[in-house]
């Protein structure tokens, strides 16, 4: 695959799992789910709501990791533990890295 913000052998084994009509109806989720997920991160963030905000941060990480969205998984689980950034880097990285698994993610769901 071209673009890695998906790995292949996690997304074909949730294909195998769940079936592919499945799996891009969870993608027709995701892609749903997930902007809201990041404005609330970035909501919790300007209110140091620092327990909305773990919250936040590990949905997004699972539902990234059921696609093998390794690295925006990866981003989130930092979010997770460490908690409360200093600043605003870190979530424009993970909307960065969400953009280029939602655009792979598409790909694979029109496939």
Do not use: Q, V
Not at 45 to 66: D, I, P, V
Not at 83 to 108: H, I, N, V
Request: net charge negative; charged share 25%.
């Amino acid at each position: 695959m071209h673009n890695k913000a998906i790995d292949a052998a996690a997304f074909a084994e949730l294909e195998a799992s769940a079936g592919a009509d499945f799996a891009r109806e969870l993608i027709a989720t995701f892609l749903e789910e997930a902007p809201p997920m990041l404005a609330e991160l970035r909501s919790a963030f300007a209110a140091g709501n620092a327990e909305s905000f773990r919250r936040t941060a590990h949905s997004l990480k699972s539902n990234g990791l059921t696609f093998g969205a390794l690295t925006l998984g990866a981003l989130a689980r930092e979010l997770e533990l460490k908690g409360m950034p200093d600043d605003a880097l870190p979530l424009s990285a993970l909307e960065a890295e969400y953009a280029r698994a939602a655009a792979a993610l598409t790909e694979l769901r029109d496939a």
